[in-house]
């Protein structure tokens, strides 16, 4: 199965003693995105896998890594298989275990976390300061003034590990249980509250403001530490915006409109 920015094999192993083990292979074949993207590098997912394996963490396990490659075409990781589908629905049983599985990473704390790579915004405001609102927008002037906003800077945060691209389709799911979270690319040592942020709209644009709300108690009821500020709501949303196609369906441009309202909420609460 190929998506956008890693191609998925199955793989079965018959092992010496009978047992047949369910693995997948990675392999990332964006030539373009392994030069440039700072966030698309094999080695850090190896990274990471390799140390939520010694956590409660629901991840794939780390078997084997040619992220050079030495062995394999491309850069490759091979892990263990999660069954499973994303979420279709923003249930209460879903948001529940949403919220308590980013508690449970939150709390991950191991020596390893300090040497991941720390958090950086796709478009730092402070280095990309001729923003311009999408030109979807039906209001411009809220995006011009979440820019002013970023350009002020972020408030102090306690920085811990993060998924950084944490949503619901990045969860794998049997019935009412979440099985795994899974795209670990991106984990590094940044503000929670990104995390928070990024779940959070893409709640508010599917299902509305009110969900993202109830995650965000469910979350705080978890025992997590309460990283959020609107301040990491707004640059994770004003991270997304230039690579956001125009709407082309009736659906698209329903999410599109609550993802705006949902902006503009929380630009009045700064």
Known sequence: MSVDSTTLHAVDVLGPTGVIHQLTLRRFHRADRLRTDPWYVPANEATVLGLLGSTEVPAPRLVAADTAPTMCDLPTLLTTRLPGTPPTSAEPVVLAALAETLAGIHRVDLPVVRALPPYRPYYDPQLDGHRRPPTWSSNPGLWNRVFEILLAGPPAA?????????HPGQTLWEGDRLIGVVDWTTGCLGPRGIDLARMRLNLAGRYG??????????????????????????????????????????????????????????????
């Open 158 to 166: 306690n920085l811990g590990f993060i998924h950084r691209d944490y």
């Open 209 to 270: 403001a009110e969900v993202a709300d109830h995650f965000l108690a469910l979350y705080r009821a978890a025992g997590a530490p309460d990283a959020h500020h609107p301040y990491w709501d707004l640059l994770d949303a004003s991270d997304g915006i230039v690579d956001l196609p125009e709407p082309s369906t009736p659906v698209s441009r329903l999410e599109y409109g609550r993802f705006e309202d949902w902006v503009a909420r929380t630009a009045a609460q700064l």
